[in-house]
């Protein structure tokens, strides 16, 4: 059995482009809007989500046999949040100056409907290896729609990419304020959604 | 020049029952929850199709931010500050939302039916809608807020997450049976949608300081 056949393989797969988490299932999305503003804040804030996302659904997974089915979700959320915490901890230290920027949306990580989403959909019934693939993937699915996004608004709204400035930028670049603003993120991320659902759906029955 | 408008022209930041109304403006339309900081996007999505839903869930939005600000307000203030364990903010914030919706619930089985039976679905949904959360670590950054502050500056955010929900919903009531290109359908309206109502709201940017 090849790598991509297997549970785990699968799983990981279907999260990054069919099934992702963010133009797929809209889920995850005020993260998505709020710290898309420059790539290296995205950038961090989307290896804490992996990290959260990947170590939860494991832990969830362990203990998918001990737990009474009427205090899952508190223990799902309990489960997260203490990740979370360390994701919070280490931003605070090595990266203090991002922390301010993105600090409470770090923390928003525990509310971050994803994360519940991959524990409760599959982490809660299957073994623990493929629900830390499955994490991961959703992770990555979100960090790729993220990335994209903030891509563009950080060259049409800054100028600049990852903190350099483009080249010859007097010349040629004009600044799009709107694009720094919060109406710029919800517009780019439906341009984003509608790209993608064109090209993802094949006209299977579409649910009005 | 109203008294009003004067005091919050000035440098000076206002004081007592003014500052707390400047704080309800200020948490409800320029820096509004929903709009401006993007919290509790996925259930205003989710549920914004119909009005009446909307509204069910707005009042219990409202209610509930407004409670936990100021619970949580106290329990930074006397527990977790005094104790030196601020780093376990996050668990203990959403232990106290989460318990604090169900005794909600609780409460509402026993004192009126018909109102547990309109809020009951929306009641724990709340619990992971991340506007609630939000404004209790948004409020923490705020410099020099007290209890009282700290409860306006959640009920103004719930009353401005209602507004953001109620408009949305009677838009999307509107336009459901215009054609729009397949890929666009569901999520990618409401999202450009949003974003038309952010561009309004932007406009009530600047009319506050705070």
């Known amino acids: ?208 | 020049m109203t008294p009003l408008l004067a005091a919050v022209g000035t440098a000076a930041p206002p004081t007592g029952a003014l500052q707390l109304l400047v704080i309800l403006f200020a948490a409800a339309l320029t820096d509004n929850i929903l709009l401006t900081r993007f919290l509790g996007m996925c259930s205003f999505l989710a549920v914004s199709r119909q009005m009446k839903t909307s509204l069910g869930l707005g009042v219990a939005v409202v209610f509930v931010t407004t409670c936990t600000a100021g619970l949580n307000y106290l329990v930074h203030r006397y527990i977790t500050v005094p104790l030196r364990i601020e780093f376990l903010e996050y668990i203990i914030f959403i232990v106290v939302i989460a318990a604090f919706v169900q005794l909600v619930e609780m409460v509402i089985e026993r004192i009126s039916l018909p109102l547990y039976f309109a809020l009951g679905i929306f009641l724990p949904l709340i619990t992971v809608n991340c506007a609630i959360l939000g404004v209790s670590l948004f409020m923490l950054n705020k410099q020099g807020y007290g209890f009282l502050q700290c409860t306006v500056f959640g009920l103004g955010s719930g009353l401005g997450w209602m507004l953001a929900i109620v408009l949305m919903a009677g838009i999307r009531q509107r336009i459901r049976l215009d054609k729009v290109p397949r890929g666009l359908h569901g999520a990618g309206l409401s999202l450009i949608v949003t974003g038309i109502i952010a561009l309004a709201f932007v406009g009530f940017s600047g009319m506050v300081k705070f």
């Open chain 1, 1 to 208: 059995m090849s790598w991509k056949q297997s549970p785990g393989g699968r799983a990981f797969l279907r999260n990054l482009w069919t099934e992702n988490p963010v133009f797929r299932q809209v889920l995850g999305i005020c993260s998505t809007l709020a710290v898309t503003n420059l790539l290296k804040n995205t950038l961090i804030m989307c290896l804490g989500l992996i990290f959260t996302a990947g170590l939860s659904s494991f832990t969830v997974s362990l203990l998918r046999r001990h737990t009474p089915r009427q205090v899952r979700m508190m223990v799902q959320v309990l489960v997260i949040a203490a990740y979370v915490i360390v994701v919070d901890i280490t931003i605070r230290a090595f990266f203090p100056e991002i922390h301010k920027v993105i600090g409470p949306y770090v923390g928003l990580i525990i509310t971050n409907c994803i994360i519940m989403g991959r524990c409760e959909a599959f982490a809660a019934q299957n073994p623990a290896l493929p629900s830390l693939l499955d994490g991961v993937g959703a992770g990555l699915g979100y960090t790729f729609v993220l990335m994209s996004i903030a891509f563009v608004r950080e060259i049409l709204g800054f100028g600049t990419f990852f903190g350099m400035p483009l080249p010859a930028r007097e010349l040629w670049w004009h600044q799009w304020t709107i694009m720094v603003m919060p109406p710029g993120a919800f517009f780019m991320l439906a341009l984003f959604t509608w790209a993608a659902n064109s090209r993802a759906v094949v006209p299977e029955k579409q649910t009005p």
